[in-house]
């Protein structure tokens, strides 16, 4: 097996020894098309089959050469401009007003079962969420058997109110192991019912977490529960691909008994910290290059924060196959919103109900950020000129675009339709028309 050297990235592994290949015959070609759509766009990321665009001196007539970027989610270079980019337009919508990151995990045994039904039921854990909060906040009545006397004398006091929600799909754990739970950033208050006022919530009490947990595990389980009524849901059969029935009443009956935790961080006075973590990995890979320490003789090395020994550093390695396996499970699914708005922020209602809170904090709406261009990118990145010409300092403008029958564009730059078009690649006008007049 190849040991690799050099900077170690999640192309290089797929790409080393025919390692994609491999896991596909080794999966008996049973692959997600979201996972061939995505590895196909991320490998070709940057090559002649994506093509580029050409900028020309006028001065000495130098072509300097820009490939164009795929723009997966499975990509790392790519996924790490998209997530800046979102973050900042994200960031400017939000109300100057505290915020609370909750965070609502599942037993493993649910998990299971949404990995094999990931289209049906990752709906099913937005909107549980969702209906477990605002059924506190709003001042619903609570169905009998549901008692908390601390909650229910502070409800006495406390004014009902429709706070603002982003809410985060997260389906892996520090090791990259399936783990579905979710981040939600919410707003410490929010507007009265009447919308005529700003409702501000306790600063060291938003929800009891024991009833918010049975609220989101009761709104779980039905919903679970109607899928398995309108869908069938189905097990996979360890090592086949064949499908077997399940008891849902024994399986629900078993992690009602359970109880599901839930996560109420600190008051945050600026959630733009909470928010970068919560988005984080959601336009780029699980795990970060930085993290893959050693790949060499088929397996591969990473570290990871250890919860479990207090947060300390440990280290896994894993065959490359499985590794990769980790890696596909966890690519969601075409036109999947791993991101969700409710309360507030929903969509249906965001322009009606922030600019009423506004007007009652007096608060200005932010300046919504222009996406980047890739020249303010490279300025930003420390490159001052990035179009200047780097034999004689002019100006460089745009000259052509080449975009189409990759086999040719590849021997412009002497190189495979797979191989990626190095940076800083700099050739002459006479040498790009020669190879286009023999294309």
């Known amino acids: 097996m190849a040991h690799w050297k050099g900077s170690i990235t999640i192309a290089n592994i797929l790409r080393t020894s025919n390692n994609w290949k491999r896991y596909i015959a080794w999966k008996c070609g049973h692959v997600r098309s979201a ?4 590895v196909a766009r991320m490998l070709a990321c940057r090559t002649p089959q994506l093509g580029a665009h050409l900028f020309l001196c006028s001065n000495c007539h130098t072509v300097m050469v820009v490939p164009h970027s795929c723009k997966s989610v499975f990509c790392s270079s790519c996924g790490k401009v998209r997530t800046d980019q979102w973050c900042r337009q994200l960031l400017s919508d939000m ?9 609502f995990t599942l037993p493993w045994e649910l998990r299971l079962l949404i990995q094999d039904n990931r289209k049906l039921l990752l709906d099913v854990l937005f909107r549980a969420a969702a209906d477990a909060i605002l059924s506190l906040t709003n001042a619903a009545p609570l169905p009998k058997g549901r008692k908390s006397l601390k909650w229910i004398n502070g409800r006495k006091r406390l004014k009902p109110y429709l706070p ?3 809410m985060v799909l997260h389906t892996f754990g520090s090791d990259i192991k399936w783990n579905p739970h979710l981040h939600v950033i919410i707003t410490a208050g929010g507007l009265s019912l009447d919308h005529q006022r700003w409702v501000s919530a306790p600063k060291r009490y ?3 977490a024991p009833l918010l947990g049975t609220e989101w595990k009761l709104n779980v389980i039905a919903g679970v529960r109607k899928a398995h009524t309108d ?3 189905f097990r996979r059969r360890l090592r086949k691909d064949r499908r077997r029935r399940i008891n849902i009443d024994k399986l629900l009956g ?3 008994k359970k109880r599901w935790h839930i996560l109420i961080g600190p008051s945050l006075r600026c959630a733009d910290k909470a928010v970068r973590y919560a988005c984080r990995y959601t336009k780029r890979p699980v795990i970060a290059e930085g993290r893959i320490v050693k790949f060499e003789r088929g397996y591969v090395t990473f570290h990871f924060k250890d919860y479990h020994k207090g947060g300390a550093r440990s280290f896994k390695k894993l065959p490359v196959l499985v590794f990769i396996d980790r890696l596909v499970q966890h690519l969601p699914e075409k036109k999947f919103r791993q991101v969700r708005h409710y309360g507030l922020f929903s969509n249906a209602k965001r322009t009606e109900y922030l600019s009423k809170a506004r007007q009652i904090l007096a608060q200005r709406k932010k300046r ?3 996406p980047m261009t890739w020249e303010k990118r490279r300025k930003a990145a420390g490159n001052r000129k990035p179009l200047s010409c780097p034999r004689c300092g002019h100006l460089m403008e745009f000259w052509c675009l080449l975009f189409g029958r990759h086999k040719y564009i590849a021997q412009i730059f002497g190189i495979k339709p797979n191989e990626r078009i190095q940076p800083k690649t700099y050739l002459t006008r006479e040498e790009v028309l020669s190879q286009v007049l023999l294309a």
């Open 35 to 38: 996972v061939f759509y995505h």
């Open 95 to 103: 109300l100057d007003v505290p915020y609370r990151h909750l965070v």
């Open 164 to 166: 603002g929600m982003i």
């Open 206 to 208: 938003l929800v009891p």
């Open 231 to 233: 869908h069938n849901l």
């Open 254 to 256: 078993h992690i009602r």
């Open 368 to 370: 919504r950020p222009t």
